[in-house]
């Protein structure tokens, strides 16, 4: 069955970094486009990063533009979110995604907390 596992989360100063992992399986990971959401504590889940199948186009929330970068790696099964000069506002449970003709796919989620 179709597994997308998040990992990566953590807590981090104002102005740090972290990468974040999703590992996906049980479907052909190379033919769809990814997604990272988020959804902070009382808002509704956003959109974040996309990410084309053969990681050819990207697409960014404007609020995290020049700071996030999204890629994959289709060998591996696996997209990236690499996060750089966080603020607090990026506080929030990180979603990996992708969709196909019948339904819309989430992994558990990873906790990111940006505090001093």
């Known amino acids: 069955q179709v597994q997308l596992v998040e990992s990566g989360g953590g807590l981090v100063q104002p102005g740090g970094s972290l990468r974040l992992t999703c590992t996906a399986s049980g479907f052909t990971f190379h033919r769809y486009s990814m997604n990272w959401y988020r959804q902070a504590p009382g808002k509704e889940r956003e959109l974040v990063a996309q990410?084309?199948?053969?990681?050819?186009?990207?697409h960014y929330a404007d609020s995290v533009v020049g700071r996030f970068t999204i890629s994959r790696d289709n060998a591996k099964n696996t997209v990236y979110l690499q996060m750089n000069t966080l603020k607090p506002q990026d506080t929030a449970v990180y979603y990996c995604?992708?969709?196909?003709?019948?339904?819309?796919?989430w992994g558990q989620g990873t906790q990111v907390t940006v505090s001093s």
């Open positions: 990410i084309s199948s053969n990681s050819g186009g990207t």
């Open positions: 995604n992708f969709f196909d003709a019948s339904r819309i796919y």
